[in-house]
């Protein structure tokens, strides 16, 4: 049996569906649904049972998890960027992975995990995933720094020689519908534009970046779960890798890229960004890809453009968004 924490979530539903077109449907989605309309991600999918998060914490404390598992893929978390609960944010994406990782390595149980990007803090130290650079990282938000905790008690533990853990850069693709404000520049962008025939970006506050010039290593969620199988398969491919394309793009090619798939001219109009979030900014992020070519992983990555076009034409214009 294989479980997927945030099953329902964006990444780990999409991780759900790489399973099922693999044919494995003995899959135990663990997640928590509230209100939010993330359960419409689990209707296409085939899976033995759901649990709450809740429970599944229960199960694994008291060592009565009534499966026999052979790989847990953590992708459940807190993932908003602006979250101000610190201690929320510790208790869900570092002291749950703990509890999770401890029970893993004491059952022997392949356990591959989401970090993130968000660890590099401003960039200023570069985004090498080399162990000894992750240990001098300054996260410049809140949820940043839960998961560079983690990583480093994994580090701290040695156990970057057991896990795999996954710096996921800017994701986005069908499923992610759910996720409010956190929802990716090209599903905002492709209603905006349905709506107004325009899309509205921020506005750069450093004078090396134009307006729209800021630049984010963008990764199609289709292209990461091929990384994540990959990854599930090799048990001996273990460390704290990068997940992106490798190669930065500006957010004024994002949008023309979306422009180009709906068949529209390009109008951009630039925004203040909110206060709040302008002394959080990342104006550049590209992932060093080294790290996971090394382990053997067969990369190969659509072109933003294909991966643009593939999102909007096949899932949002379709008006779903989902796998």
């Known amino acids: 049996m294989l479980i997927v924490t945030g099953g329902a979530g964006f990444i780990g539903s999409a991780f759900v569906w790489k399973l099922n077109s693999e044919g494995i449907d003995d899959v135990v989605i663990v997640d928590r649904l509230g209100q939010s309309d993330k359960w419409g991600n689990l209707v296409n999918r085939r899976f033995a049972d759901y649990i709450h998060k809740d429970d599944f914490l229960e199960m694994v404390c008291e060592d009565r998890v009534p499966f026999n598992v052979r ?70 938000n809140m949820y940043g720094y839960s998961k560079q905790v983690f990583d480093l008690w994994v580090l701290r533990n040695r156990l970057q020689h057991k896990f795999a853990g996954i710096k996921f850069f800017n994701v986005f693709g069908p499923n992610e519908y759910h996720k409010g404000d956190m929802k990716s520049v090209v599903y905002k962008a492709c209603h905006q534009i349905s709506e107004t025939g325009k899309v509205k970006l921020f506005k750069s506050y450093e004078p090396e970046y134009r307006d729209g010039e800021q630049m984010r290593d963008f990764v199609y969620v289709k292209d990461c779960v091929e990384a994540l199988w990959w990854l599930l398969e090799n048990r001996e491919a273990n460390g704290i890798f990068n997940l992106g394309t490798g190669h930065a793009r500006s957010w004024n090619d994002l949008v023309n890229a979306v422009f180009s798939a709906m068949n529209r001219d390009p109008q951009i109009d ?42 909007v034409v096949n899932y949002l214009e379709k008006g779903d968004g989902r796998l």
């Open 71 to 140: 790989g847990i893929v953590h992708m459940g978390a807190c993932s908003s960027t602006t979250e101000r609960d610190a201690d929320y944010l510790m208790e869900n994406n570092y002291r749950y992975s703990r509890r999770v990782a401890e029970w893993a390595v004491k059952k022997g149980v392949r356990f591959i995990y989401a970090s993130s990007a968000a660890t590099y803090g401003d960039g200023a130290k570069g985004f090498s995933d080399d162990d000894t650079v992750t240990e001098t990282l300054r996260p410049i």
């Open 270 to 311: 630039y925004i203040e960004m909110p206060e709040s979030i302008r002394d959080q900014y990342q104006y550049f992020t590209e992932a060093k890809m080294d790290k996971l070519h090394a382990a053997g992983c067969p990369l190969s990555f659509r072109s933003l453009e294909d991966a643009v076009r593939d999102y």
